[in-house]
């Protein structure tokens, strides 16, 4: 297998024709490969060949996760494409795997993707976040009093600005920042049928807005990207898409970190029950659609600050499976080893075990869903991810308890 970096004049033309055989873009549309071109731009991108040319690419950019109130590098793995000539050949692993090993070496702490289907990329460390909450609701049923003035109408050209507002977003625990803007402008030049809509302060700084794709004259609208600062501005945009369902009869959304979407809908049990079955059914459900997994064990427990929690020290011993997609001559292996590790105000991790402690044994997989909160101690005890007496998982139950995590930003 020939793993190299991409090179745009070479290997273009066969990333565009495998973005199209995957259908991930529409053929002979010059629009998507000019979005194309801007989201390679944007990354790193390393490719597989096979017969001369160019057949896997995985592409990956830099990004931060929030680990309650510090921010924590992470490499977000954007694309991993595989034409149908060369699936089964182990060409994504083998590619994915080098590429989360080059965002460690240059110092990325964790890696992040959005999974096409449970248990492909555990094989490479990494774990479930958690459930994400996607909301199917009638907007003219939303019980929402905040005013609301008159919006921007938001397009391609307002990819920088709109970028720049999901950046100085209000962010909670586990929120995700993706940093180039080329992969933001990308997205906005793939949404079909596109409606952005914002609100700018005195200064035309775009404080708030959302942007999403609306298939018919009565929706439904999909959001796909919201940012706002504050919850009267949240607050505002929920009115705002109130004011729609004059016309649309459906809008889905991701739950924001800061709202619980049931609160502000009328009747929501009884609209579903009216509704399902139908081609406006509402509905709430829930999926795990991202993984995350720590590239760097003592950066991200050096990061972990839990002021007025039971202080807990323990040892641990954790195994990575990625170890065995990966060259033996690359830098980075992997995070398996022994370690000690101690919780509190300030955390930290040691190399060896420490006589006298408990011991965690852990995948790469669940250890980093158990520092992220993604999932509790107990219940990846009971997945299998982590063991230990449960005394330890009690401890750490209350050590670890920690916010629900939201990325608040598709990847």
């Not at 989201?39 to 990004?63: R, W």
């Not at 505002?236 to 979407?261: A, C, D, F």
């Not at 852990?362 to 007496?389: K, Q």
């Amino acid at each position: 297998m020939s793993i190299r970096l991409y090179d745009p004049k070479k290997d273009f033309d066969a990333v565009r024709r495998l973005w199209e055989e995957i259908a991930w873009i529409d053929r002979d549309d010059k629009d998507d490969a000019a979005s194309l071109k801007v989201f390679l731009d944007s990354s790193h991108n390393l490719v597989a060949e096979l017969n001369g040319e160019a057949e896997c690419l995985v592409a990956n950019c830099p990004g931060t996760i929030r680990h309650l109130n510090t921010d924590v590098s992470m490499t977000v793995i954007s694309a991993v494409t595989t034409s149908l000539i060369a699936r089964k050949q182990g060409f994504a692993s083998r590619v994915t795997a080098k590429s989360i090993a080059d965002g460690a070496a240059a110092g990325m702490a964790t890696a992040a993707l959005g999974m096409f289907e449970q248990g492909y990329y555990t094989r490479l460390g990494f774990g479930n976040g958690s459930y994400e909450h996607v909301v199917r609701f009638n907007p003219a049923n939303l019980n929402v009093t905040a005013e609301c003035g008159v919006p921007v109408r938001l397009t391609e050209d307002d990819a920088a600005d709109m970028h720049a507002a999901l950046m100085n977003r209000w962010r909670g625990h586990g929120s995700v920042q993706v940093l180039p803007v080329g992969h933001w402008q990308a997205e906005l030049g793939w949404t079909d049928d596109p409606v952005g809509l914002g609100f700018r302060n005195d200064e035309g700084e775009l404080t708030h807005f959302f942007w999403g794709s609306n298939k018919g004259e009565n929706g439904p609208l999909r959001v796909a990207g919201m940012a706002y600062r504050n919850r009267e501005q949240l607050l505002e945009l929920m009115s705002l898409i109130k004011s729609l369902g004059n016309q649309l009869l459906l809008v889905r959304l991701t739950e924001t970190q800061h709202l619980q979407m049931q609160d502000l809908i009328d009747l929501p049990f009884r609209s579903q029950n009216k509704s399902e079955g139908g081609k406006y059914a509402e509905s709430i459900r829930s999926e795990a659609w991202w993984q995350l997994r720590i590239n760097n064990l003592a950066t991200c427990i050096a990061a972990t600050h839990l002021p007025a929690r039971p202080a807990l020290s323990f040892n641990a011993t954790v195994e990575d499976p990625i170890i065995r997609y990966l060259d033996k001559d690359e830098p980075w292996q992997g995070i398996g080893g022994e370690y000690t590790i101690h919780l509190g105000e300030e955390s930290e991790l040691k190399a060896g075990h420490t006589a006298g402690l408990p011991l965690l044994s852990a995948s790469a997989s669940g250890i980093s869903r158990l520092w992220l909160g993604a999932a509790s101690a107990n219940r990846l005890a009971t997945s299998g991810e982590i063991t230990a007496e449960q005394s330890l998982l009690e401890q750490l139950e209350q050590t670890l308890a920690l916010p629900t995590p939201r990325t608040g930003w598709e990847f």
